[in-house]
């Protein structure tokens, strides 16, 4: 007897897209999440923060992680800073509380540290300018659901920024989404370029069920001294951002010397500054602590995104980065409600722009 199979179907070739340069602003807003700025601060304060910042790098540390039971370092330096509180701030951070040493620790991958620094002067004029900046592209674009609705105004301000310094073409960081132990869902993080041009590497984690239909594409945006990069929502939650290491770089001629009359010295180093909003629901006080001892960390669940709503987060072990590469295996979903976090834009309901969840870049 012969059985009649229908015949397999064809396996479908889903067509690869190469890596494509996103070189101006336009390009960048139609193909991620993100928006490009150039010359963002007036030249002179650019360059003083880049000599303060580079001045400062020195003191900077390489953050230290056991991978698969080796101890690894970061191939660049970093550090944090944390805003001084104003004075008509309800509920300022305290640069020395016990907690917020916990969240600059954090952001060492858990080893020990000094007390976070405040924003030097020059630092707080520059988060000013981007503040503003961030503010009127953030009153253009949609809400998303499960963002933080800070007050009827919608205003976003940065409380803390960490800094990073890549010297010479290699320094990188690899393809990674910022953790979102302190930001919480969908947040806005703004990031400025100072000294060498390098590239911005943006890569899309492709949902799994879209697997069949498409493949993840490349975008490299060159990022030029003084310009600044704003991640707004969804970008954590879709995309992997890195630094990749170049074959070479353009040396970067400063406009002002360090000093009247001193001589201009070129130089082989990006300074980045991320300026980040660490909300109050996520306040340190209230992250989840595994078997280890130590604060889980909280990311998204990227290859399962849903509408915006009911996007799946969770909290993990973070104790193997430090703890000889163990970890206590504890996976542990956020539930927003439950753990009493928001109020977010799907709480309060009227807020400027839509709150759909629906992505459009
Ligand atoms: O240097 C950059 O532009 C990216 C830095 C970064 O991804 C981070 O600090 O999380
Ligand atoms: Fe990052």
Redesign the pocket.
Known sequence: MTVLRPPPSPIKEVPRSPPLTLSNPDMVASHTPCTLHTSVLPPELACRLFYTMLDASEDWKRNKWWLFERLVESP?R?SFYVRKPKESDDDPVDVGSEEWREASQYWYNGRNTQLPHYFPDVLEEACSIVERIVNEEMKKRKRFPLEWASDPSGVWQANVA?A?C?EGAKEC?GP?A?HMTYLGPYPTIA?I?LGTS?V?RLREVVPSDQKQDRHAQTFNIP?PHNSL?IMHGSTQERFK???PPQPTIDLYRPLYPRAPGASIEPSNC?I?I?FRFYRPDFHPSTIPRCKCGTPTALRADMKNRQDGKTDKYWWHCNGAAQNDGKDCGLWKILDMKAEGRGPCIYDVGAVPGRCDGEHTA
């Open positions: 660049h970093t960490a990073n890549y960081v990674h910022d990031s370029s390098r911005f990022l990069i951002h890195s630094i990006r980045n991320t």
